[in-house]
T-cell receptor, first 111, second 111 residues
Framework: DGGITQSPKYLFRKEGQNVTLSCEQNLNHDAMYWYRQDPGQGLRLIYY???????QKGDIAEGYSVSREKKESFPLTVTSAQKNPTAFYLC??????????FGSGTRLTVV | GEDVEQSLFLSVREGDSSVINCTYTDSSSTYLYWYKQEPGAGLQLLTYIFSNMDMKQDQRLTVLLNKKDKHLSLRIADTQTGDSAIYFC???????????FGKGTRLSVIA
């Protein structure tokens, strides 16, 4: 079955550590997105990519980095520069007008 | 920039109808989406409508669009406890700039 897989489901980060969240899709979608979700804040766009080897900053890109070397993969790195990384992270992809397909999310906690 | 507004909470009794409202600011032709998010999960697309339509019905779900007031509503008939979730409204033209999401309406269904 086609879909988006995010891993891991839960991730713990120590202070000053970089961590990478995985997002893989087998839907043959061109565009992929990373959102951060905090309680009461809705979804905030971190980065997006509309084609391989190209990506753009979203509304809250500071402290995050991405790469898009393959169509299927759009990993997100949360760097030590992100001072408040505890949140629920959602990856999505789209092709055409039918809206986004979302992964099941990764919950990141700073310990 | 574009904006999407939703009320944050709605509580209904089991068996009643739920109406979740959304307003948006985009003045151009656009697509409008409703997503459902259950606890700890990603977003699931429920339905969508193009801005030249007035209404769309899909089983228990009815979407109404008032283009003049830029007001979108999602009606859930015969609301069940399994409908308890956060419902997000989103608007945009996929493939162009990213969709703009509202902050979500938390629907609580009382048995």
């Amino acid at each position: 079955d086609g879909g988006i897989t995010q891993s891991p489901k839960y991730l713990f980060r120590k202070e000053g550590q970089n961590v990478t969240l995985s997002c893989e899709q087998n839907l043959n979608h061109d565009a992929m997105y990373w959102y951060r979700q905090d309680p009461g804040q809705g979804l905030r766009l971190i980065y997006y990519s509309q084609i391989v080897n190209d990506f753009q900053k979203g509304d809250i890109a500071e402290g995050y980095s991405v790469s898009r070397e393959k169509k299927e993969s759009f990993p997100l790195t949360v760097t030590s520069a992100q001072k408040n990384p505890t949140a629920f992270y959602l990856c999505a992809s789209t092709q055409g007008l039918g809206g986004y397909t979302f992964g099941s999310g990764t919950r990141l906690t700073v310990v | 920039g574009e904006d999407v507004e939703q009320s944050l909470f709605l509580s209904v009794r089991e068996g009643d109808s739920s109406v979740i409202n959304c307003t948006y600011t985009d003045s151009s032709s656009t697509y409008l989406y409703w997503y459902k998010q259950e606890p700890g999960a990603g977003l699931q697309l429920l339905t969508y409508i193009f801005s030249n339509m007035d209404m769309k019905q899909d089983q228990r779900l009815t979407v109404l669009l008032n283009k003049k007031d830029k007001h979108l509503s999602l009606r859930i008939a015969d609301t069940q406890t399994g409908d308890s979730a956060i419902y997000f409204c989103a608007e945009g033209f996929p493939g162009n700039t990213p969709l703009v999401f509202g902050k979500g309406t938390r629907l609580s269904v009382i048995a």
